[in-house]
T-cell receptor, first 116, second 106 residues
Framework: ETGVTQTPRHLVMGMTNKKSLKCEQH?????MYWYKQSAKKPLELMFV???????ENNSVPSRFSPECPNSSHLFLHLHTLQPEDSALYLC???????????????FGQGTRLTVV | KQEVTQIPAALSVPEGENLVLNCSFT??????LQWFRQDPGKGLTSLLL?????REQTSGRLNASLDKSSGRSTLYIAASQPGDSATYLC?????FGSGTKLNVKP
């Protein structure tokens, strides 16, 4: 248990569905992240939030829409996804944005998303 | 954008061997580097965090070194065990390498 909880753990959705992934951290951290992990590819940093403000968006298609209502919660809203979006989506948090002194990132267990 | 490379991509060793995993990064202006372990289908478990001012960090049978000027880090695993089998990932400034998939044979 890392203190970062992701729900659901598994999700199957059709290409016309709308769904949301949820991440919650109980560590008092100020920064939260969404990563995508596809087979045989490195983890891809999607979005970074620091103090509830989006500070990084790495050319992610608009069919992925993040939301950070407070420093403890992070959502990833999904709509009209493609089969190639099937992957493990990982949430992480750190005291400060990764790269700051003393910052250690903690990850959730991920949501395994399958788009059919 | 930071580019992170890990070598080798896969490694299979008999139990008890000492081994070294390598990580290199392109931008040496970093604050820290973090090593993770990932079991199949699971999230990432933090193993070691090395600050840029440190040269190495140890936890049990794990020792990580950092040479910021040359853009390199190594993870040394002593007396490997089958339970060490996993993918090991290196992260710099939030950017990850592709990992080294380790298999320790009984």
């Amino acid at each position: 248990e890392t203190g970062v909880t992701q729900t659901p753990r598994h999700l199957v959705m059709g290409m016309t569905n709308k769904k949301s992934l949820k991440c919650e951290q109980h560590l008092g951290h100020n920064a939260m992240y969404w990563y995508k992990q596809s087979a045989k590819k490195p983890l891809e940093l999607m979005f970074v939030y620091s103090l509830e403000e989006r500070v990084e968006n790495n050319s992610v298609p608009s069919r992925f829409s993040p939301e950070c209502p407070n420093s403890s919660h992070l959502f990833l809203h999904l709509h009209t996804l493609q089969p190639e979006d099937s992957a493990l989506y990982l949430c992480a948090s750190s005291q400060d944005r990764v790269g700051g002194r003393g910052t250690e990132a903690f990850f959730g267990q991920g949501t395994r998303l399958t788009v059919v | 954008k930071q580019e992170v490379t890990q070598i080798p991509a896969a490694l299979s060793v008999p139990e008890g061997e000492n081994l070294v995993l390598n990580c290199s990064f392109t931008d040496s202006a970093i604050y820290n580097l973090q090593w993770f372990r990932q079991d199949p289908g699971k999230g990432l478990t933090s193993l070691l965090l090395i600050q840029s001012s440190q040269r190495e960090q140890t936890s049990g049978r794990l020792n990580a070194s950092l040479d910021k000027s040359s853009g390199r880090s190594t993870l040394y695993i002593a007396a490997s065990q089958p339970g060490d089998s996993a993918t090991y990932l290196c992260a710099v400034m939030g950017y990850f390498g592709s990992g080294t998939k380790l298999n320790v044979k009984p």
